[in-house]
């Protein structure tokens, strides 16, 4: 079976327990993927997926003008929109599956109208971008 090809900073399991995915259990380079806890956000308006800026990073993973940045901390969380940018993303991360996969990871309600709350800024590219660490969106609330 062809495991496929590992990406340069991409972290991978190489072993783990029985039924968990790394390399010594069978699985590919993809499926062996390392990935922080990723987090459902919904608000009264819409939905974003938060996942770590450098899971996207390490992938080389675009985002469009939908998705935010939270700008604090070391390892800054992004906010994929949930119509474009998370379909998109699930899809590069569990392929045919990514439905069903998207339906196990951990849905948190805010009590919000978080869009117009956003505040434009730059992003490391030059391209506009806004921030969540406005929203009072934080490791503690959510």
Request: aromatic share 12%; with cysteine.
């Amino acid at each position: 079976m062809d495991k496929g090809k590992p990406i340069a900073g991409v972290e991978y399991a190489l072993t783990g327990r029985p039924g968990n995915p790394s390399i010594s259990n069978g699985n590919t380079w993809a499926e062996s993927r390392v990935i922080d806890p990723m987090l459902w956000i919904s608000t009264p308006s819409h939905g974003y997926l938060r996942v770590k800026h450098t899971t996207l990073f390490n992938e080389d993973w675009e985002i469009s003008s939908f998705s935010y940045v939270d700008h604090w901390g070391l390892d800054p969380w992004v906010y994929l929109e949930e119509d474009c940018d998370a379909p998109a993303w699930l899809k590069h991360l569990y392929g045919e599956n990514w439905i069903e996969e998207s339906r196990k990871i951990e849905e948190k309600y805010i009590d919000s109208h978080i869009a117009s709350e956003f505040e434009v800024i730059d992003y490391h590219d030059g391209r506009k971008k806004t921030t969540a660490a406005r929203l009072g969106i934080s490791k503690e609330k959510v």
